[in-house]
């Protein structure tokens, strides 16, 4: 559900070059970032719906993100498979999780999740064999209703991490929850 848009229609990146180059080590990825509309073409083939906004490290890189607006007109082209959030810099984000909810586990602990109805566990950013060993246990009990898949693509494939979360001890009901329920009601659909 969880998907950056890096590079827009005219090969503007949202992040600078050097921090890339960094994720696209990190991740172990390489090859030039896909656009929106080859995202949506790549999500419809899975079958599959994202969540697409851009990356806002301007408050920190003095790097001007993409634009919102341009990523909202692409998304309702391809409202078939993409749904638009809007980007906030992180100084900003930690403010508007306790308001609106929360990305990535890894930034906020779960223990929220549990005591604050409109905040959710978006799973992006790691490959599931590393969530913390606390985290599948919670998948499959108190928190099972309040998480949502997130690959962070471009950066992890959804094959890929669909391929790790088949290998965690879950019940298939969970499974379905996590991959597909959750974000059907979390988002009205």
């Known amino acids: 559900m969880h998907v950056h848009i890096e590079v827009d229609d ?7 070059s050097p921090l890339v180059e960094a994720a696209s080590k990190y991740f172990k ?4 970032r896909p656009d929106l509309n080859a995202i949506a073409d790549m999500y419809r083939e899975r079958k599959i719906a994202a969540g697409v906004f851009t990356v806002d490290a301007s408050s920190h890189r003095a ?3 993409n634009s919102s607006e341009d990523i909202a007109v692409g998304a309702a082209e391809n ?10 810099a992180v100084t900003r984000a930690v403010r508007l999780a306790a308001d609106f909810g929360v990305h990535g586990f890894k930034f906020h602990p779960s223990v929220v999740a549990t005591h604050k109805k409109n905040v959710w566990i978006d799973l992006s950013g790691w490959s599931p064999k590393y969530f913390p060993q606390t985290l599948v246990p919670q998948a499959s009990s108190l928190l099972q209703d309040k998480m949502l898949f997130g690959s962070d693509f471009p ?6 991490w669909m391929k ?3 290998l965690l001890d879950l019940h298939d009901e969970v499974r379905h929850k996590i991959v597909k329920a959750n974000a059907v009601r979390r988002l009205g659909l």
């Open 63 to 65: 790097h001007p993100p």
């Open 29 to 32: 990825t390489s090859g030039p």
């Open 164 to 166: 790790d979360f088949a």
């Open 155 to 160: 950066l992890i494939t959804p094959g890929r």
């Open 10 to 16: 005219h090969g503007h990146n949202a992040l600078p």
């Open 79 to 88: 409202n078939d498979v993409l749904i638009p959030f809007g980007s906030e």
